[in-house]
C-alpha cells in the first residue's frame, strides 16, 4: 500500500505530466533504447517512428497519477496492455528497466521542478504499478501456455489468398503440426519474423479473420506503403514470403471480442477493420445464426473491399441478418453499394436496432466519426466497443 503522502505526492503531478507526458515518453524511449537496443526487438518500430507508442505511454502515465489512489479505475485499460505486453512476450524482468529509464526521463524532462520527493514517490508508485501488470500477465501467460504455448511458435504458411486490392490473406499452420488453440473471435496474435538487411526482429500484431474451430489461423494483412515505417513487415509479407515460408507466432490475445447471447449485434467496420469482424461474423454464422445481426462494411472503392462473397455467404446464413456496404467513391457506375461517401449519423439511425452492441473497427478518424454518431444517437456507452490498430489511445479527444 502507498502512503498518503506519496499519492498525494503523485496526484500532484497529474497537470504537470498531461502537459509534458509525450516529451518525458519521448526522452524515455530513446535513452532506453540507447541503453538496451536489445529491447528493439520487442517494441513496434513503426509505432515508435509515429510517436504512437509514446502518447498511448504518456496517456497511460496521466492516468496512474490521476488515479493513484483508485487504481481499480485503471484496470480495464490495464488488461488491455497486459493482452499486448502477453502477446509480445514482455516479461517481469523487463519492468525495472522500464522504471529506471522512465524516472530519468521524469528528472530529464522536468530538471529541477522533478525534486527528490517527486522522484522518490513515482519511484514507489511505479513500483505498486508495475507489480498490478506483473500480475495480470502472470496469469495470461499461464493461460496462454495451457491452452497452447507461453510465447512464440513457429507457423508455416500454407496459403496466400488475395482478397482485394490491397488484402492478403495469410493461411498458418503450426510447424509442428499440433491443433491451434480456442481463441475468441475478434482476438489477435502477434508476427514475429527477421527480415534481411534489419538488425533487430519485427513485430506486427493482426487480427484472427476467421471464425475459431478450424486447424489453421488466417490472417488479412494490408499492404502499406513501400517506405512507410507501417509498410516495412506488410510489404515483407506480401511480396517475399511464399507458401511454405515460417513465421513465429504468439498465442491469441486482445479484449476486443464478440460477446455471445441474444443482444442485437452491430459490427462496423472499415478498411482493414473488416478482419476481427470476419472472426465475429462466422462465430455468429456458426454458433447463433438466430441473432439478429448488421454488417456495415466501408472502403474505399469496390477493388479495395475485402471478403465481398464470404460476407455474403455468412450473411446468408443468418435467419434475421442485414448488410450494407459504403464506397468512399464509385469508379463504375455499377458498383453496387448502400452509401456513397462517408456513413452518416442518419444512416446508422435507420438500419441499427438502438439496443445493439456495437463492434468498430478501422482508421481513427473513421472510427471517431462512427463512436461519435452511435453516442449523439443514444447508444449506451457500455454497448460500443473499438479496436485499434495499434497502442489504445483515447479515442474521444
Not at 70 to 89: C, G, T
Not at 102 to 131: C, P, S
Not at 165 to 183: H, N, Q, R, W
Request: glycine share 6%; hydrophobic share 40%; charged share 25%.
Amino acid at each position: 500500500m502507498l502512503s498518503q503522502k506519496t499519492i498525494d505526492i503523485v496526484k500532484s503531478t497529474a497537470p504537470i505530466l498531461e502537459t509534458h507526458g509525450v516529451e518525458i515518453t519521448t526522452y524515455f524511449y530513446r535513452t532506453m533504447f540507447e541503453a538496451h537496443p536489445e529491447l528493439l526487438n520487442i517494441f513496434n518500430h513503426a509505432n515508435q517512428s509515429k510517436g504512437r507508442q509514446q502518447t498511448a505511454l504518456a496517456n497511460t502515465v496521466y492516468a496512474a497519477a490521476k488515479y493513484i489512489d483508485q487504481l481499480e479505475v485503471l484496470l480495464p485499460a490495464v488488461k488491455q496492455i497486459a493482452h499486448k505486453h502477453r502477446s509480445l512476450a514482455i516479461k517481469a524482468e523487463h519492468y525495472p528497466i522500464v522504471g529506471e529509464y522512465l524516472l530519468k526521463a521524469i528528472k530529464g524532462v522536468l530538471g529541477e521542478a522533478a525534486t527528490d520527493d517527486i522522484i522518490n514517490a513515482w519511484a514507489e508508485a511505479y513500483g505498486v504499478i508495475a507489480q498490478v501488470f506483473i500480475d495480470v500477465e502472470k496469469e495470461m501467460y499461464e493461460q496462454a501456455e495451457q491452452h497452447g504455448w507461453k510465447d512464440f511458435k513457429e507457423f508455416v504458411i500454407q496459403r496466400k489468398v488475395k482478397e482485394s486490392s490491397l488484402i492478403t490473406s495469410f493461411y498458418l499452420k503450426a510447424k509442428d503440426g499440433e491443433p491451434v488453440p480456442a481463441y475468441l473471435p475478434g482476438q489477435y496474435v502477434t508476427i514475429r519474423t527477421s527480415i534481411p538487411g534489419e538488425e533487430f526482429l519485427v513485430n506486427r500484431q493482426y487480427s484472427l479473420s476467421q471464425a475459431p474451430g478450424s486447424h489453421s489461423f488466417r490472417i488479412s494483412v494490408k499492404r502499406e506503403a513501400d517506405h512507410s515505417p507501417e509498410g516495412k513487415v506488410s510489404v515483407y509479407l506480401h511480396d517475399q514470403l511464399q507458401e511454405g515460408d515460417t513465421l513465429e507466432v504468439s498465442a491469441p490475445a486482445g479484449d476486443f471480442y464478440l460477446e455471445q447471447g441474444t443482444q442485437p449485434v452491430a459490427l462496423i467496420a472499415g478498411g482493414v477493420g473488416i478482419t476481427p469482424m470476419m472472426a465475429m461474423l462466422g462465430s455468429i454464422a456458426q454458433n447463433e445464426p438466430d441473432r439478429k445481426t448488421v454488417l456495415i462494411q466501408a472502403a474505399r472503392n469496390k477493388e479495395a473491399r475485402a471478403f465481398e462473397e464470404e460476407a455474403a455467404e455468412q450473411i446468408n446464413r443468418l435467419s434475421n441478418g442485414k448488410m450494407y456496404v459504403a464506397y468512399e467513391e464509385k469508379k463504375n457506375e455499377s458498383d453496387v453499394c448502400d452509401v456513397t461517401g462517408y456513413i452518416s449519423k442518419s444512416f446508422l439511425q435507420d438500419v441499427l436496432d438502438p439496443q445493439s452492441i456495437c463492434y468498430v473497427c478501422g482508421p481513427v478518424p473513421f472510427m471517431q466519426a462512427v463512436v461519435r454518431h452511435l453516442t449523439e444517437l443514444g447508444f449506451n456507452e457500455q454497448n460500443i466497443k473499438y479496436e485499434f490498430f495499434g497502442p489504445a489511445m483515447a479515442l474521444r479527444a
